[in-house]
């Protein structure tokens, strides 16, 4: 834990000296001021490939302080024991040491959306990865973990949503005084003013994260909770290429970056058409320093009607809710804050 707080003091001080944010505090994109320690994080995942990158750039980053990792049953990963298995695994990767896993619901708030079932990580394909198993299964639903970790937090915490938005919906609808210990909740989900994920023929303005639950999603949005989204009109931007694999490949000297470039190279043929991005990795990034990306405050609303061809749309509405989106991202200072991230140890 001092080596920690000693790299922390050491990051923050470099960073101010380039005028650079660790994050933002406020819905105006305003730089957070510099606290005395990490800052307290929880991390909600459905915990597929993608994620697993940006919980490692988090682990490794001395400016945050993990709490908790919720696990959302609604994405990605297959079930939850898939999930709570890989976020034990990110865990355990980076000996990061006795933080609290757990997972919610498996089906979303209302109807029935969900990836393809042939898309979804397994517990088969998570358990051929051999990793370490870090962190504490708690028997808690991930819900309650999230609720009385943010309740026992002494400040504002940080919360980083990277998969669809079940549990932190489910939480703020049951205890909506959870907004003022929130911080900022950075969301990785959603299309503004670009196509979605194409989720099905009929629905081409919703992304995977917010389809997959919208009515976690409008709860979340609804809530008065600060928002910063990193939407597909950002992380359209910045796909993961030949040439950072190989930079990565040159450059790994941690067992996150072995990982990751492990991960990479077995998504070579993704990553050769174009169609791998950093989705999720570009979120974490985001949290930490929000220079990155330009943040324009919108008003939005999301669409949540089962059935509609726009379900799970971010839908631009001058009667909507207030965030931030980011847009613009800086490529390849992306890359290299990533690569620097997953080597620290």
């Known amino acids: 834990m001092f080596r920690r707080h000693a790299l922390y003091l050491m990051l923050t001080a470099m960073l101010g000296a380039f005028g650079l944010a660790p994050g933002v505090s406020a819905q105006d994109g305003t730089p957070s001021p510099v606290a005395d320690g990490p800052t307290p994080v929880i991390i909600d995942s459905d915990m597929i490939s993608d994620d697993w990158m940006a919980t490692l750039f988090v682990l490794n ?52 959306n969900a990836p393809p079932e042939d898309w979804r990580t397994t517990l088969e394909t998570v358990e051929a990865l051999g990793l370490p198993e870090g962190g504490t ?27 669809p938005l079940t549990n932190i919906g489910a939480a703020l609808e049951a205890t909506p005084d959870l907004v003022e210990n929130i911080e900022m909740i950075y969301v990785m989900g959603g299309a ?12 081409t303005t919703a992304e995977w994260n917010m389809f997959s639950d919208p009515h976690g999603a409008l709860l979340t949005f609804e809530s008065g909770v600060p928002i910063t989204l990193v939407p597909l009109d ?35 043929d993704s990553i050769e058409s174009g169609s791998y991005f950093f989705w999720d990795p570009l979120a974490a990034v985001v949290m930490a320093d929000s220079s990155i990306v330009t943040l324009t405050p919108r008003t939005v609303t999301v669409i949540d009607s089962p059935g509609d061809p726009e379900d799970g749309r971010i839908l631009p509405d001058d009667n909507g809710v207030e965030i931030l989106v980011a847009t613009a991202p800086d490529a390849e200072a992306l890359e290299a804050a990533l690569i620097e991230m997953w080597n620290a140890s």
């Open 61 to 112: 980053d001395p400016r945050f302080d993990v709490q908790a990792i919720t696990v959302s049953g609604t994405g990605f990963a297959a079930d939850c024991p898939a999930a709570v298995l890989a976020a034990q695994g990110m865990l355990g990767l980076t000996e990061y040491g006795d933080v609290p896993v757990a997972c919610g619901d498996e089906t979303p708030l209302v109807g029935e």
């Open 192 to 203: 503004v003013d670009v196509d979605g994920s194409f989720v099905s023929d009929e629905n």
């Open 234 to 268: 950002a992380t359209n931007e910045v796909p993961v290429t030949p040439e950072f694999v190989a930079q990565l490949e040159a450059e790994k000297v941690s067992p996150a970056a072995e990982f990751v470039a492990t991960l990479l190279a077995n998504n070579a």
């Open 137 to 163: 299964v708690v028997d808690d639903h991930a819900v309650t973990l999230f609720t009385t970790t943010v309740q026992d937090s002494p400040v504002p915490i940080t919360v980083l949503a990277l998969g």
